[in-house]
């Protein structure tokens, strides 16, 4: 193999041993990055299909958001977002989304979501509903001809969540990967990946229409090794100049984060980055459009 390939391979046989852990780490849409990923209690984009369902119920028209990301400046290894939402119908809206982390040619974690949601009794209240399928294939492997490793894997969960807004704040509660999928490449061991379920409760407050600030917590059932506490943080900022211009801030759970956004009309433009100290940096770019 060349260079490249044995790059992708040793990061890949990391991979499978965390598979639960990859799929929690994307975190989709650069602007929620740039916010430090405390957009639970926000949840007012296409990418509202992952990050809260509940949010759909408050949208118009139909969203359409796509994002690309460089990780740690490694070649082959990316993540990609696609999320679209629509809403004819007074208080509800349905949506979809799929989201992949691969390594070229070698692994792939795929994420694939369906959501809807609707506004209850109160005028400013939302309950939304998701359904989502994990799936992890690693096409690599046949290069080693080993017959333990199956040719992928494949588990469902669901999501559930509340959105409440007011004219300056809300609060938001998620609860996530309801059912416990499991995952396993190896078709000869019991042993296998589970996708956590999580709880997550935010709040935000906009200030004179110009700038939000909200924080979450996140509440994992179990979490990978990599991690040191079972609780979890995000806190962000995001300004807005004159409509059209976008500064973003935040942390997420001790890593910093910073964006820009770009709005013309029915097309905005959102750029990120998310610092992750021993690998690298994240950069992601995503361009969405509305009408």
Do not use: C, H
């Amino acid at each position: 193999m060349g260079v490249r390939k044995g790059i992708a391979v040793a990061l890949a046989a990391l991979v499978p041993a965390a598979a639960s852990g990859g799929f929690l780490a994307i975190e989709e849409g650069a602007r929620a990055t740039g916010m430090g990923g405390a957009f639970t209690a926000v949840a007012d984009d296409a990418t509202a299909v992952f990050w809260n369902p509940a949010g759909l119920a408050f949208m118009e028209g139909f969203s359409l958001t796509g994002m690309g990301t460089r990780l740690f400046a490694v070649d082959g290894l990316s993540e990609s977002v696609v999320s679209l939402t629509y809403s004819r119908w007074a208080g509800s809206g349905v949506g979809a989304g799929w989201a992949r982390t691969a390594v070229e040619g070698v692994y792939g974690e795929d994420t694939f979501v369906v959501s809807a949601g609707r506004r209850l009794f109160a005028e400013g209240l939302a309950l939304g509903g998701a359904f989502r399928v994990y799936r992890l294939s690693a096409p690599g492997y046949e290069y080693y001809n080993d017959p333990n490793f199956s040719d992928g894997a494949q588990d469902y969960a669901l999501d559930v969540g509340l959105l409440y807004r007011a004219r300056t704040w809300s609060a938001g509660l998620t609860f996530r990967n309801i059912g416990r999928p499991e995952m396993s490449l190896i078709g000869t061991t019991e042993e296998v990946d589970r996708i956590s379920p999580e709880v997550r409760v935010g709040g935000g407050y906009t200030f004179r229409e110009v700038m939000l600030i909200s924080g979450e917590v996140r509440f994992p059932d179990r979490v990978p090794g990599y991690y040191t506490r079972n609780v979890r943080y995000a806190l962000g900022t995001e300004i807005w100049f004159v409509g059209v211009f976008a500064l973003r801030a935040g942390i997420n759970d001790g890593r910093a984060t910073a964006g820009l956004g770009l709005k013309i009309s029915w097309l905005t433009l959102d750029a990120s980055l998310l610092s992750v100290r021993r690998p690298g940096t994240k950069y992601r770019l995503s361009l969405s459009l509305d009408f």
